[in-house]
């Protein structure tokens, strides 16, 4: 009887344990994951500015580009790393044009567009 009683004991602490450990990586990947331009707001003259440039071809998917609000295919992007993604909209990228057509967009605007697309700013 006390046997089985430590037996039960051993087993509920083991429990606790392993239950411990994966709420905690739970909360360190959440972190991660959001913090991808989740600082940058798009006001009313960066989604101007968006609206003439950027939904030509992101609204609909024109030439394989992620569409705006498709988080998954937006979080596979951003993996690669904020900066690399940045320099891509900078340079241009495959069927993406330099500057995504918007010339007088500036580093901040890109971020917070991406940021919106990938809703990420919430
Ligand atoms: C002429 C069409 C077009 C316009 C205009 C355009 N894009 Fe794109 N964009 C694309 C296409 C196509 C891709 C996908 C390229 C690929 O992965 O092959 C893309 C990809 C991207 C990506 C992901 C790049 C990566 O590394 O995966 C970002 C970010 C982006 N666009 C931002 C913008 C922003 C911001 C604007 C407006 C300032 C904009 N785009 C305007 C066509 C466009």
């Given at each position: 009887m006390n046997c089985r009683l430590a037996n039960i004991l051993t087993l509920l602490s083991t429990l606790l344990l392993l239950v411990a450990c994966s709420s905690n990586s739970g909360q360190q990947s959440s972190v991660i994951s959001a913090s991808s331009f989740s600082n940058d707001i798009a006001n009313e003259a960066v989604m101007g500015k968006w609206s003439r440039s950027c939904a030509l071809c992101?609204?609909?998917g024109e030439a394989g580009a992620p569409v705006v609000g498709d988080n998954e295919e937006w979080?596979?992007?951003?993996?690669q790393g904020e900066e690399s993604i940045l320099k891509r909209v900078i340079e241009g990228y495959?069927?993406?044009?330099?500057?995504?057509?918007?010339?007088?967009?500036?580093?901040s605007d890109f971020r917070a567009m991406i940021a919106f697309m990938a809703g990420t700013n919430q």
């Amino acid at each position: 009887m006390n046997c089985r009683l430590a037996n039960i004991l051993t087993l509920l602490s083991t429990l606790l344990l392993l239950v411990a450990c994966s709420s905690n990586s739970g909360q360190q990947s959440s972190v991660i994951s959001a913090s991808s331009f989740s600082n940058d707001i798009a006001n009313e003259a960066v989604m101007g500015k968006w609206s003439r440039s950027c939904a030509l071809c992101h609204i609909n998917g024109e030439a394989g580009a992620p569409v705006v609000g498709d988080n998954e295919e937006w979080q596979r992007r951003l993996a690669q790393g904020e900066e690399s993604i940045l320099k891509r909209v900078i340079e241009g990228y495959a069927s993406m044009p330099p500057l995504g057509y918007c010339m007088s967009c500036e580093e901040s605007d890109f971020r917070a567009m991406i940021a919106f697309m990938a809703g990420t700013n919430q």
